[in-house]
Each structure stands twice: as C-alpha cells, then as structure tokens.
C-alpha cells in the first residue's frame, strides 16, 4: 500500500459510500448499566457489533474501517474493567483473527503497544503478520492510542530519521505517522451520544464528515450504520471550495 495524500493538499475522490469510515465505539458500559449488568456484559456485546460492523463493511465495498478501541487515557478506568479489557482484547485476537483471514481481511493494530505484556504484544504482530498478504478490507484497531501520541510520535521518528531536518512538511511527516497506508476517514462516527472526538485521529480527520449518534454501541446494527451513511451521502463535502465549483465541470 502506498502513501495517500492529505486532504488539506489535494482534494480527496468523493464517492456515494466512504472509502474509509473511522468510529468511536462508545456505550457500552451504559448499555449494560441500563439492563442491571456488569459493564463488562456490554464490552462483550459490543464485540459482536464489530463483527457486523466489519461485515456491513465487506458487503458495501468499504475499504477501510478504523475502531477506537482503547484509548491512551482508557487506563484512568477502574483497574477490573482495564484488566477485563486487556483479557477481552487477546481473546479476540486468538478468536477473530482466523475469520477475518478467511474474509480476506487485513487486520492492522496501532497505538503504543509498549504498555502492553509481552504475550499480548506477541499475539498483535501475530495476527498482523497472518492477514498481512489479504486483499480485502483494511481493519485497523487503535489501542492505547492517542491522537496527540500520534502526532508527537510521528515527529519524534522523524528527527530520528533524518537529523539534519531543518523545517517539517506535511509531507516529510506522513510516513511516520500511524495510518500512512490508508486514506483520510471520510466518515467518523460516535455512538452513545457524545459529541467530542476525544483525542482520536486528530491529524486525520481534518476534513472528516462527523457523525454522532445517541444509540449505544452494542444497539448499533446494520438500521444504523445506514442512517449514518445517508447523513454523509447528504454531506456538501467542499475542502475549501465554494458550492458552486461543486456542480462546475473538472471543478478540484
């Protein structure tokens, strides 16, 4: 996969379905609370909104999917939720990561792993490794991830690849920072009915449609992710241009 360009340089192909969709996954704690569970019942629920998020996706030619799933200040948690999570996490990867490779899903991890234990670690650039030579969607799972982090870390490798850098581009930072492989979301979405992006993609979504939404994540099905992409298909998507170049011809 090579590097795409930033939609603050070049304006973006704009398409009746996203190429790329990015999404807070976020209710589940209030989904089980809602329904007297332990908040872990709703992680585990939320699971199988993933696996129909990522099929939605192969059925509609999506090509990339990006899932907050854990983020940089997730660990402010109460200690038996993070340590369910972690648990949750590695079953996952030992679960679902033969059945995205027979759908020919690439399974992509980002974040900063080194908080994680070895085993964990271990298993991450496992299941990368498996899914790696797929054709299919591209899956990417932000875990410990943070949307400054991104950015400082992008930085930090930069002047440790090139050291006599006396001023950055745009252009010189794109490679290092964690999704030069795929496209600009052209959609996020946020359940449970927030209206922040809480430290996510901060680089990438800075011509993103946003799309928020009261429904938990674990309610989130197939009804909703279409009212989602109706709202984007109702989208001016303009990177800076007036309304009218819209419906010039060649207008870019």
């Known amino acids: 996969m090579g590097l795409f360009s930033s939609s603050t340089k070049e304006v973006p192909p704009i398409q009746e379905v996203p190429q790329h969709v ?24 939320g699971l199988e909104s993933v696996r129909a998020m990522v099929k939605a996706c192969v059925r509609l030619d999506i090509k990339y999917l990006t899932l907050f799933a854990f983020s940089s200040e997730n660990w402010r948690r109460p200690p038996e939720e993070v340590t369910f999570l972690m648990s949750l996490f590695l079953e996952a990867l030992d679960r679902e990561v033969k059945k ?15 908080a994680f234990n070895a085993t ?23 875990v ?51 209206t922040r992006i809480s430290n996510f993609l901060l680089w990438q979504l800075a011509y993103t449609e946003l799309y928020f939404t ?11 992710f279409e009212a989602a992409l109706t709202s984007y298909r109702q989208r001016e998507r303009r990177f800076g241009r007036t309304s009218e170049q819209l419906v010039e011809p060649n207008a870019s």
């Open 214 to 224: 009261s429904t938990l994540w674990p309610d989130f099905d197939d009804a909703a």
């Open 144 to 194: 410990n991830y943070g949307g400054r982090w991104d950015v400082v870390h992008a930085v930090n490798q930069l002047l440790q690849a090139q050291l006599d850098l006396k001023q950055i581009q745009e252009s010189d930072l794109t490679p290092y920072l964690s999704m030069p492989y795929a496209p600009e979301p052209d959609l996020f979405i946020r359940t449970g009915g927030e």
């Open 100 to 114: 995205l490779h027979e759908a020919n899903v690439i399974l992509k991890l980002i974040g900063d792993r080194s």
């Open 22 to 45: 990015a999404v807070i996954m976020d209710g589940n704690g209030r989904w089980a609370k809602k329904r007297f569970l332990p908040r872990v019942a709703g992680h585990q629920r």
């Open 120 to 142: 964990l670690q271990q298993k991450m650039l496992e299941a990368e490794q498996k899914t790696a030579a797929n054709t299919g969607l591209t899956l990417t799972i932000a």
